[in-house]
Each structure stands twice: as C-alpha cells, then as structure tokens.
Nanobody, 112 residues
Framework: VQLVESGGGLVQPGGSLRLSCAAS????????MYWVRQAPGKGFECVSH???????YYADSVKGRFTISRVNAKNTLYLQMNNLKPEDTALYYC???????WGQGTQVTVSS
C-alpha cells in the first residue's frame, strides 16, 4: 500500500490550496479515505473523510471551507481548502485509517 500526498505549501490567510493523495496497492474505490492533520505541538485531528459511496464528513473547524473528493478512476483523493486561516497550519496526511495506512504528509503553512 502506498499513499503519496502533494499540493502543500505556503499560502497567505484567505488563500486556497488543493491537496492530492495518490493511492496504490489496494482497491481504492472500496475504502473510506481520510485527511488527518497535526498542527505544531498538537495532536492529530481528523479533518475530513469520504466513504466509498461519496458521503462526507468535516470537522467543525473546516466545515464550509474545505471540500473532500475522490476520483476512483484515478485512485486519487483530494482536499480543496479555501479561505485558509493561520490555524490551518499543519502537516496533512492522507490515510486509510481502518487499515492503519498513512502517507508521509504534506506541509501546509498559512502565514502573511
């Protein structure tokens, strides 16, 4: 199993980023997929998840600003992040949590 995130970077408050996660080694379309983040000095937070039917969940902290999606034909998970705030600064991981599979993470820094 391999999960490879990309798309992180430095962005000003109010800006946008789109994270991608390329998955391989399992039947992607059958699995719930998660975006989890860890801010400096803090614990892990489940930001969002999407099930195999496309139903979604968002943490209150990102609701209305972030959108999770998946393209099963490309084995790819996305996280569109709009109106970013400094408190969104974190290492963002793509994960197949139910199986304990995590990517290496991509850093998102929101700062002016």
């Amino acid at each position: 199993v391999q999960l490879v995130e990309s798309g992180g970077g430095l962005v000003q408050p109010g800006g946008s980023l789109r994270l991608s996660c390329a998955a391989s080694g399992f039947t992607f379309r059958n699995h719930w997929m998660y975006w989890v983040r860890q801010a400096p000095g803090k614990g892990f937070e489940c930001v969002s998840h999407i099930n195999s039917d496309g139903n979604t969940y968002y943490a209150d902290s990102v609701k209305g600003r972030f959108t999770i999606s998946r393209v099963n034909a490309k084995n790819t998970l996305y996280l569109q992040m709009n109106n970013l705030k400094p408190e969104d600064t974190a290492l963002y991981y793509c994960a197949r949590l139910n199986w304990g599979d995590w990517g290496q993470g991509t850093q998102v820094t929101v700062s002016s």
